[in-house]
């Protein structure tokens, strides 16, 4: 299998604009997850998703964020408008069985 | 309140050394899951190995091994014959309320010299 996907592997964008991060899980596997990881905060759960409906958007920072997965194969993470504060590095992992997770290789933000 | 600790948050040994890390948790759940994930400078979060907390026997693979203490609520992951490989950051997590959402520790540094 190819592993986790995401795309675009870096993104720099300007304050204000819209951001999109894509993501196609492992085939298989029913749920998907959206971390974000700064120095400061360390490694963060987003939202995820069980069989493509979303559980838990608690850790959603703010409404410039929203997530949605279409089906079982892709989802997306959006941010608009975008601030500096957004710059990051952006992770989406799967998993199948209870609890085990396995991740992408991550976007890395810029917003300047 | 569920937590991961990981009080060493840099380590440094010579190639071919053991090293152990150490990660302790906080829960009222009596069956889990704990994971180590290992973080490379390719940034790339890698699942290094698993223990279900219902089995006594310590999870191993390869040159990973763990030392579960369920009582000490204590999760510590030894790599033996280090491999300059290994250099990286490594993460203690855990499941949130017996829910599918990790909790994650703050990280080890660990570099492994030459």
């Known amino acids: 299998d190819a592993g986790v996907i995401q795309s675009p592997r870096h993104e720099v964008t300007e304050m204000g604009q819209e951001v999109t991060l894509r993501c196609k899980p492992i085939?298989?596997?029913?749920?998907l997850f959206w971390y974000r990881q700064t120095m400061m905060r360390g490694l963060e759960l987003l939202i995820y998703?069980?069989?493509?409906?979303?559980?838990?958007d608690s850790g959603m920072p703010e409404d410039r964020f929203s997530a949605k997965m279409p089906n079982a194969s892709f989802s997306t993470l959006k941010i608009q408008p975008s601030e500096p504060r957004d710059s990051a590095v952006y992770f989406c992992?799967?998993?199948?069985?209870?609890?085990?997770?396995?991740f992408g290789p991550g976007t890395r933000l810029t917003v300047t | 309140a569920q937590t991961v600790t990981q009080s060493q948050p840099e380590m440094s040994v010579q190639e071919a050394e053991t090293v152990t890390l150490s990660c302790t948790y906080d829960?009222?759940?009596?069956?889990?899951?704990l994971f180590w994930y290992k973080q490379p400078p390719s940034r790339q979060m890698i699942l290094v190995i698993r223990?279900?907390?219902?089995?006594?026997q310590n999870a191993t693979e390869n040159r990973f091994s763990v030392n579960f203490q369920k009582a000490a609520k204590s999760f510590s992951l030894k790599i033996s014959d280090s491999q300059l490989g290994d250099t990286a950051m490594y993460f203690c997590?855990?499941?949130?309320?017996?829910?599918?959402?990790?909790?994650f520790g703050q990280g080890t540094r660990l570099t492994i010299n030459p």
């Open positions: 998703f069980n069989n493509n409906v979303p559980i838990d």
């Open positions: 829960t009222s759940e009596n069956n889990y899951y």
């Open positions: 085939s298989g596997h029913n749920s």
């Open positions: 223990q279900e907390a219902y089995k006594q």
């Open positions: 997590a855990f499941p949130f309320q017996g829910a599918q959402k990790l909790v």
């Open positions: 992992a799967s998993s199948f069985r209870w609890h085990e997770q396995y």
